[in-house]
């Protein structure tokens, strides 16, 4: 009898992974996907810091590798136990290193953590290690995934091993941040000094991880097909637009996927009523709760637009503090969740206290809430100068809500821009606009209220977007298919 053939193996490296420990996206895509993954037949394992809320969250765990320290990074213990998706988990265990309060980047006033670079440089060289002949374990992983810049030196270290080594992919997530730090910190990291050139790790005089894992990694891929595009060039290239170009042939776009599973308006517990496709007068509960919960006028029939964001200068909050009182004057109302750039909070703050009952703010992360905003609002937006993939729009069309949304990046990819001809067609779920002023989106928002007003044109949009598959399934199947091209080459 002929053997079975073994399933294909991947290491997972991530910096998030929810509901563990979540600043953005990278978390959601990095509990997602590798359960997709699993289900397209791959075995895969996940490694992540071992910050209180990681080591808290998974109970059942066990020592499985000790390391000693290297250069100035701590010594360390490698722990393994299970995700609550049944995912095996590698736990970086070092209290020196991760063992505090705040998020994984910064402290709890916003400050970077000042080893940051000792963080997540050990992160990457246990990855690599753990990827390669040394390691003390019998994982002997065919690709070492790496995400974000947090991750991005592994590749530079398996580089620099001698033996046989896997084949490495670096997923951007967003280019923007690039883990720059001083020249130095490549001793420091026990890295070769042959690494600091401009053939690797160095940047400007200074070190990068994220550009380690550009030039380096066997693969990129981002979280788009357009974003792929868009970072070879200088507007959204962050200075990396050169080395991505010339890297081009090994440069993929794989949209992210949802989970559709928590993100489903007909099972979602947060919300106040049930509906779907077929059930869309239902949504009207929502509204209503939405607008009690958050302190709004309760009126039905104004069109009621929402924003759950981070409060950053990328995703072009600006802009909807710049059109507000037009939008209010529509007349529409707002309801807005997040937490950011102080100065954002404090203006967004003000407008809803000059605004009492139109406008409505909570500073913060709310998951229930969030879930809220998506079944309560009638038109969500999306004013991102540039969004590498984004998860919020997938969710509002999920939710019958359609976004407003500038098109770069996967917003473009995602929505279908209303007009006359793809509404004939069923296909348009949302509005797009450019470029990113304070007068297109506005002009984007005019159209929608347009749109909404009338109601069987609405409909259309709401179901066409409703109907779309943002599920995992097909992003994982690409991926599988990109891991068995590297294995070939």
């Not at 990827?131 to 947090?150: E, K």
């Not at 507007?235 to 949802?258: D, P, Q």
């Not at 954002?344 to 913060?364: D, H």
């Not at 879930?371 to 969710?395: K, T, V, W």
Request: aromatic share 8%.
């Amino acid at each position: 009898m002929s053997k079975a053939p073994a399933r294909l193996s991947v290491l997972f490296v991530t910096s998030e992974l929810a509901p563990l420990i979540k600043t953005g996206g990278l978390a959601d895509v990095s509990a997602a996907l590798p359960v997709a993954l699993a289900a397209a037949g791959a075995e895969v394992r996940l490694l992540v810091p071992g910050y209180p809320a990681v080591m808290e969250g998974v109970r059942a765990k066990s020592r499985v590798a000790s390391f000693p320290a290297l250069g100035d990074m701590p010594a360390s213990q490698l722990l393994a136990g299970k995700h609550s998706s049944g995912v095996p988990m590698l736990i970086v265990d070092c209290p020196a290193l991760y063992g505090r309060t705040g998020g994984p980047y910064q402290d709890a006033s916003g400050v970077d953590w000042p080893d940051n670079a000792l963080r997540f440089g050990l992160l990457c060289y246990l990855a690599a290690v753990l990827a390669s002949g040394r390691s003390p374990l019998p994982l002997r992983p065919q690709i070492l995934h790496c995400n974000d810049w947090q991750s991005g030196l592994a590749p530079a270290y398996l580089h620099f091993f001698p033996g046989e080594r896997p084949r490495s992919l670096l997923t951007i997530h967003n280019l923007a941040y690039q883990g720059i730090f001083p020249a130095e910190t490549v001793s420091r990291l026990g890295l070769p000094a042959a690494a600091y050139s401009p053939e690797g790790v160095e940047f400007y005089g200074r070190m990068s991880f994220l550009k380690a894992g550009l030039h380096y990694a066997d693969h990129l891929t981002t979280v788009s097909p357009t974003y792929a595009a868009e970072i070879q060039t200088a507007e959204f290239g962050f200075g990396l637009e050169g080395l991505l170009s010339r890297r081009r042939s090994h440069l993929t776009g794989i949209l992210n996927g949802v989970d559709v599973d928590a993100w489903d308006p007909e099972t979602d517990p947060y919300i106040a009523r049930y509906y779907g496709v077929n059930r869309l007068p239902a949504k009207q509960e929502n509204k209503r709760a939405l607008q009690e919960r958050m302190g709004l006028s309760v009126d039905l029939d104004l069109p009621l637009f929402g924003v759950i964001s981070r409060f950053t200068p990328q995703k072009g909050l600006d802009l909807v503090l710049a059109c507000a009182r037009e939008l209010i004057a529509a007349p529409a109302q707002l309801a807005v969740l997040g937490t950011g750039d102080r100065d954002l909070q404090e203006a967004f703050q003000q407008l809803a206290k000059a605004l009492p009952g139109k406008v409505a703010v909570q500073i913060g992360y709310d998951e229930g809430l969030a879930h809220q905003i998506e079944a309560g609002a009638d038109l969500f937006l999306m004013p991102s100068r540039f969004e590498p993939c984004g998860l919020n729009q997938m969710y509002s069309q999920r939710y019958g809500t359609p976004p407003v949304a500038h098109a770069v990046g996967g917003l473009a990819d995602t929505v279908v821009d209303y007009s006359a001809a793809t509404l004939a067609e069923r296909s348009a779920t949302g509005f797009l606009f450019q470029p990113a002023t304070a007068e297109a989106l506005q002009g984007a928002i005019t159209r929608a209220v347009g749109v909404w007003e009338d109601t069987k044109a609405f409909r259309l949009i709401q179901k066409a977007g409703m109907a779309r598959d943002f599920s995992w399934d097909a992003s994982a199947e690409r991926y599988m298919e990109l891991y068995r091209t590297m294995l070939a080459s």
